[in-house]
């Protein structure tokens, strides 16, 4: 059997070991969260609103001990640990605010008489795999709209962040959740298999890599459940001759280096027009000092550890199969000793197909910059990615950022601005980035059933 370990990233001290639970227990979750689908969908809809802005207001009140969490478990450095949990209480008093709206009947425009309307419902229990970069955050996208729409959930965390999983569990419980609709389990992937091919769940959610994400549609797809998949991403970056090139290269810092870079909307391949690479990229490096690795603990850290040792050796493969194969490291690229899973900023050069940092998805603080010779060029580099997830164009022209807008084969487009998350925007991509969308309206009608009353003798 299986354990999920709390491991400091920092300092390789293990902390804190859970064991998985067996298929009985499993089973007995999944009868439960059923079981409380039949109350907690027929419970009044303003009660459940009082849930989730009881559990935004939790968040809020304890801000620095669920950071604190973060920062031990996944390294996230405590600054950008307290902005997680900003946005997560902001999640769930989106959804307290507008889950009465999104459940509105829509009246249809119809030929003939009578009447009919489209009504939102929820469908049942619900499985969520969710993964360790924003251990919160992830929960929140899936659990907030769900739960509000009147589904349940049974929900597997990453093994490395354990007591953020049961953080999550507990500040349901406090805020009033009744037992069986939010359901933390600690199990195995064949477990989740079990768990997805149970009769009784409707559909599942899955953050995570493109293999899991394969795995879990596989299953979804073989017992014809209901399957949102936000996958990896490699995100293109445009800068354009015209743009402001101290602006671009700020964002593109923090694009890149926020979150130890692990993040599927980082930015991660950068093409920068031909007159202003030189000096685009000695900005981007000199924005490098204030992104130098330190102690997560230290508000002033911007850049910690990566989630561990193995996430550094991968990241580390890619980097080094990128320089023995012809590319440059303008600066980094040299793993450092020590316990701690720390990897410092590094920017490549040189990178062309064939290496595989050219197309895989660099999980870490290690930017790709491109040389291109027009925005035609940049656009067609940036499509040429099995992702399609997020992309930032910088540029002083409203016409060629439209266009970019138009032709870039992502998900979602920043203009003049890196990929930021608020609950009112839709998240989600295309191609191998995954299907389907969370948060704002769109998120809430992911596992709902949108059922048709149709009434030929009522009144129009």
């Known amino acids: ?67 604190r969490l ?7 450095p405590i600054t950008q640990a307290k902005g997680e949990v900003a946005l997560v209480a902001s999640i769930y008093r989106y959804y307290a605010d507008h889950a009465e709206e999104f459940m509105a009947d829509e009246p249809l425009d119809i030929a003939g008489s009578g009447s009919a309307v489209v009504r939102t419902e929820p469908i049942g229990p619900l499985v969520g795999v969710m993964p360790w970069n924003y251990p919160y955050y992830q929960v929140a996208r899936f659990a907030a709209p ?53 009769p009784r769940v409707q559909g599942v959610s899955l953050t995570g890599s493109e293999k899991a994400g394969s795995a879990v549609g596989e299953v979804a797809g073989r017992h014809m459940k209901k399957c949102v998949l936000e996958l990896g991403g490699s995100d293109p970056f445009i800068v354009l ?40 990229v000695q900005k981007f490096l000199a924005a490098l000092a204030d992104w130098q690795p330190g102690d997560p603990a230290d508000p002033g850290t911007k850049l910690g550890p990566l989630s561990s ?20 490291a303008l600066t980094g690229g040299e793993r450092p000793d020590g316990d701690g899973a720390y990897y410092p900023p590094t920017v490549l050069v040189d990178v062309a197909p064939g290496m595989r940092a050219y197309y895989e998805e660099l999980f870490g603080p290690v930017a790709v910059v491109h040389r291109v010779g027009s925005l035609d060029a940049a656009i067609e580099a940036a499509n040429d990615s099995p992702f399609g997830l997020a992309s930032s164009v910088f540029t002083a022209d409203p016409e060629k950022a439209d266009r970019a807008a ?12 890196t990929s930021k998350s608020s609950p009112d925007l839709p998240f989600g991509g295309v191609k191998r980035s995954g299907f389907g969308r969370e948060l704002a309206r769109f998120g809430f009608a992911e596992f709902a059933n949108k059922k048709l009353v149709r009434n030929p003798g009522g009144k129009r």
């Not at 973060?70 to 996230?76: F, P, S, V």
């Not at 001759?241 to 980082?266: E, K, L, P, S």
């Not at 991968?314 to 023995?324: G, I, K, N, Y």
């Open 146 to 198: 769900n739960l509000a729409l009147g589904n349940t959930i049974v929900l597997k965390h990453a093994r490395n962040c354990p007591q953020s999983a049961l953080a999550i569990e507990r500040v349901f419980a406090e805020a009033g959740l009744p037992e069986g609709v939010y359901a933390n389990a600690f199990v195995s992937s064949a477990q989740v298999a079990e768990a997805i091919a149970d």
């Open 1 to 67: 059997m299986g354990v999920y370990t709390t491991i400091d990233p920092a300092t390789g001290e293990r902390l804190a070991q859970y064991p998985e639970i067996s298929d009985a227990e499993l089973k007995d979750l999944v009868a439960r969260s059923a079981a409380a689908y039949r109350e907690w969908r027929a419970t009044p809809l303003e009660k459940r609103r009082a849930v989730l802005a009881r559990v935004a207001e939790i968040y809020q009140e304890r801000a620095d001990e669920l950071a």
């Open 406 to 417: 138009s032709e870039l084969e992502t998900g979602m487009v920043w203009i003049n601005s």
């Open 70 to 76: 973060l920062t031990i478990e996944m390294g996230k």
């Open 309 to 328: 040792r193995s996430a550094v050796d991968d990241l580390d493969e890619l980097v080094q199969d990128a320089l023995s194969n012809g590319a440059r």
């Open 241 to 280: 001759r015209d743009a402001d090139i101290d602006a671009a290269a700020a964002a593109a810092a923090v694009g890149r280096f926020a979150n130890g870079g692990q993040a599927c909307t980082a930015s991660k391949r950068f093409f920068v027009e031909e007159p202003i690479y030189d000096e685009f």
